[in-house]
């Protein structure tokens, strides 16, 4: 594993086998059922106390999620806001989430109903490298609390992080074998994974995950997919100019762009295009960037070199077929072997990669636009649908407007932290950027399987005592009849 910073050598990570994974899964399948019949709230206690842990011992693992990722102290920080909000939602909500519910029952009167949520059993969880702490916890919180125990298979790269938080789980009372993490590489640990646990909670590229997708529809399995974006941002023309620029430099350069939620468009209404590009040019330009392991830092390296080859391949692409670099373009090898400045690009057209395909890099094009529907319709022009962003002072026509852009999040004067940080309500991908999305009732349902239990009083839902089958056709045409208009019953 090397560190992004130097280059330099940065620890060795055991690589797990097939055997590892098949272990893992075993111990996780014997811990769940005593793990699932602890009271909801005992579970809960554990992500409250893992919480104020990692409140406290933020500094500890800030430092690995740099010296992992090589993201700026700040970007780094996102995680551990993150994974609190999270832990406290499911830890305080679970309960709420999970209840039992009554329905309405087949008969009016005669049939008691109720829907169940029972955990599925051992949910795998395969995470990349972009956001160590909080993919890793994040969706491992929700299927514990719904009483499955989990398998993490975090990315070679970054699973320091993932061992450190599962060690502070541990720490808070979480009980061994209820989680476990399998260190190795992806297309060896996670086939095993995915041949064995209940439910594969996928997030990363599109390609890895069209894999994943296919191995648990062969084990008639559910998963979730997070995968990538070629997310949007429009910026309408009574937007506050300065608040929008202050939002693309968020939204753009955050993690170094390796934000699947980051943004890799803009769209800027004709009226204001020349003020925006210019200030955004002028702010990209002059943020600071370094290898620090403190908060002076506004952008940190890429993380690995394919990554940064990505990065080159996109904007050289570009370049040579006619667009422009306004700011950026370069690495920055004075600074460490990884960085790549904040790069801006103006007459991106089809037929680019830049235009369509997500470069998950400090890369962004900005379009000028006439009008409101050509930027609905600009924005909606892509295979992706993860997340999108509206500016405008308007925040009512801003949400009309953020309610047609096909994206499973959409933030109206915010990149991607309004959406993101509203953890009562799902967040995912439309279209090609995921399926099954976290956050919200959601987010933990899907480890759960429904279950309805219904018990049925005094008459069968038969012909019976005497009643031949013709007359209980009658009497059920007349029933289904009444029940027609009035509404209380049906
Ligand atoms: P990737 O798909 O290559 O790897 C993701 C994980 O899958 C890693 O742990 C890897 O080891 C593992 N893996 C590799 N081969 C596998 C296989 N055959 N079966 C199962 N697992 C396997 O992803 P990446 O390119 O390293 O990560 C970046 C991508 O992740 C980007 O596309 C980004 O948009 C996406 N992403 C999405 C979200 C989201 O929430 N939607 C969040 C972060 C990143």
Same mark, same amino acid.
């Given at each position: 594993?090397?560190?992004?910073?130097?280059?330099?050598?940065?620890?060795?990570?055991?690589?797990?086998?097939?055997?590892?994974?098949?272990?893992?899964?075993?111990?996780?399948?014997?811990?769940?059922?005593?793990?699932?019949?602890?009271?909801?709230?005992?579970?809960?206690?554990?992500?409250?106390?893992?919480?104020?842990?990692?409140?406290?011992?933020?500094?500890?693992?800030?430092?690995?999620?740099?010296?992992?990722?090589?993201?700026?102290?700040? *970007?780094?920080?996102?995680?551990?806001?993150?994974? !609190?909000?999270?832990?406290?939602?499911?830890?305080?909500?679970?309960?709420?989430?999970?209840?039992?519910?009554?329905?309405?029952? !087949?008969?009016?009167?005669?049939?008691?109903?109720?829907?169940?949520?029972?955990?599925?059993?051992?949910?795998?969880?395969?995470?990349?490298?972009?956001?160590?702490?909080?993919?890793?916890?994040?969706? !491992?919180?929700?299927?514990?609390?719904?009483?499955?125990?989990?398998?993490?298979?975090? &990315?070679?790269?970054?699973?320091?992080?993932?061992?450190?938080?599962?060690?502070?789980?541990?720490?808070?009372?979480?009980?061994?074998?209820?989680?476990?993490?399998?260190?190795?590489?992806?297309?060896?640990?996670?086939?095993?994974?995915?041949?064995?646990? &209940?439910?594969?909670?996928?997030?990363?590229?599109?390609?890895?995950?069209?894999?994943?997708?296919?191995?648990?529809?062969?084990?008639?399995?559910?998963?979730?997919? /997070?995968?990538?974006?070629?997310?949007?941002?429009? +910026?309408?023309?009574?937007?506050?100019?300065?608040?929008?620029?202050?939002?693309?430099?968020?939204?753009?350069?955050?993690?170094?762009?390796?934000?699947?939620?980051?943004?890799?468009?803009?769209?800027?209404? &004709?009226?204001?295009?020349?003020?925006?590009?210019?200030?955004?040019?002028?702010?990209?330009?002059?943020?600071?960037?370094?290898?620090?392991?403190?908060?002076?830092?506004?952008?940190?390296?890429?993380?690995?070199?394919?990554?940064?080859?990505?990065?080159?391949? *996109?904007?050289?692409?570009?370049?040579?077929?006619?667009?422009?670099?306004?700011?950026?373009?370069?690495?920055?090898?004075?600074?460490?072997?990884?960085?790549?400045?904040?790069?801006?690009?103006?007459? +991106?057209?089809?037929?680019?990669?830049?235009?369509?395909?997500?470069?998950?890099?400090?890369?962004?094009?900005?379009?000028?636009?006439?009008?409101?529907? /050509?930027?609905?319709?600009?924005?909606?022009?892509?295979?992706?649908?993860?997340?999108?962003?509206?500016?405008?002072? &308007?925040?009512?026509?801003?949400?009309?407007? $953020? $309610?047609?852009?096909?994206?499973?999040?959409?933030?109206?004067?915010?990149?991607?932290?309004?959406?993101?940080?509203?953890?009562?309500?799902?967040?995912?991908?439309?279209?090609?950027?995921?399926?099954?999305?976290? *956050?919200?009732?959601?987010?933990?349902?899907?480890?759960?399987?429904?279950?309805?239990?219904? +018990?049925?009083?005094?008459?069968?839902?038969?012909?019976? *005592?005497?009643?031949?089958?013709?007359?209980?056709?009658?009497?059920?045409?007349?029933?289904?009849?009444?029940?027609?208009?009035?509404?209380?019953?049906?």
């Amino acid at each position: 594993m090397i560190a992004p910073f130097t280059g330099a050598e940065l620890a060795c990570i055991p690589a797990g086998q097939e055997c590892d994974a098949a272990a893992a899964v075993a111990a996780a399948r014997a811990a769940q059922p005593g793990w699932a019949a602890l009271p909801l709230a005992e579970r809960g206690r554990v992500f409250l106390r893992f919480h104020d842990l990692l409140l406290d011992r933020q500094g500890e693992v800030l430092d690995l999620i740099q010296q992992e990722t090589g993201k700026a102290r700040r *970007h780094a920080f996102e995680e551990i806001l993150d994974t !609190a909000v999270v832990a406290r939602y499911y830890a305080r909500h679970s309960a709420r989430l999970l209840r039992r519910r009554r329905r309405k029952g !087949a008969l009016p009167l005669l049939t008691k109903t109720w829907e169940l949520r029972a955990p599925v059993g051992v949910a795998g969880v395969i995470v990349p490298w972009n956001f160590p702490l909080n993919l890793a916890i994040t969706d !491992a919180i929700p299927a514990l609390m719904a009483g499955n125990t989990a398998v993490l298979k975090p &990315d070679p790269q970054t699973s320091l992080t993932a061992l450190w938080a599962l060690d502070l789980l541990r720490e808070a009372g979480l009980p061994a074998d209820v989680m476990a993490v399998i260190t190795g590489e992806g297309p060896l640990l996670g086939p095993a994974l995915g041949a064995r646990v &209940d439910y594969l909670m996928f997030t990363g590229s599109a390609r890895v995950g069209r894999m994943v997708a296919r191995q648990a529809a062969d084990r008639l399995i559910g998963c979730s997919l /997070e995968l990538g974006g070629k997310n949007p941002m429009v +910026v309408l023309a009574d937007a506050v100019l300065e608040d929008a620029v202050d939002g693309a430099i968020r939204g753009c350069f955050a993690g170094a762009g390796q934000v699947c939620i980051s943004m890799e468009r803009i769209y800027v209404a &004709d009226a204001i295009f020349r003020p925006f590009l210019a200030r955004f040019v002028e702010r990209a330009r002059n943020l600071k960037l370094g290898a620090a392991m403190d908060y002076s830092v506004e952008m940190g390296s890429l993380t690995n070199a394919r990554q940064l080859a990505t990065v080159e391949d *996109h904007v050289n692409d570009a370049v040579a077929k006619g667009a422009l670099v306004q700011t950026g373009g370069r690495r920055r090898p004075d600074l460490g072997p990884l960085f790549y400045e904040p790069t801006i690009l103006t007459g +991106v057209r089809e037929g680019m990669k830049l235009y369509a395909e997500e470069t998950f890099g400090p890369v962004v094009s900005v379009y000028s636009i006439a009008t409101e529907e /050509e930027a609905l319709r600009l924005a909606n022009d892509t295979p992706y649908g993860l997340n999108a962003s509206v500016w405008t002072r &308007d925040t009512r026509r801003g949400a009309r407007f $953020a $309610a047609r852009i096909r994206a499973g999040s959409v933030n109206v004067n915010e990149a991607y932290a309004a959406a993101w940080g509203s953890v009562d309500s799902p967040v995912g991908g439309m279209k090609e950027s995921g399926l099954r999305p976290r *956050h919200g009732a959601e987010g933990i349902l899907r480890f759960t399987e429904s279950q309805t239990v219904a +018990v049925q009083r005094l008459i069968p839902i038969a012909p019976s *005592h005497g009643i031949s089958a013709g007359a209980f056709a009658r009497v059920m045409t007349v029933l289904l009849r009444l029940l027609r208009y009035i509404r209380i019953l049906g």
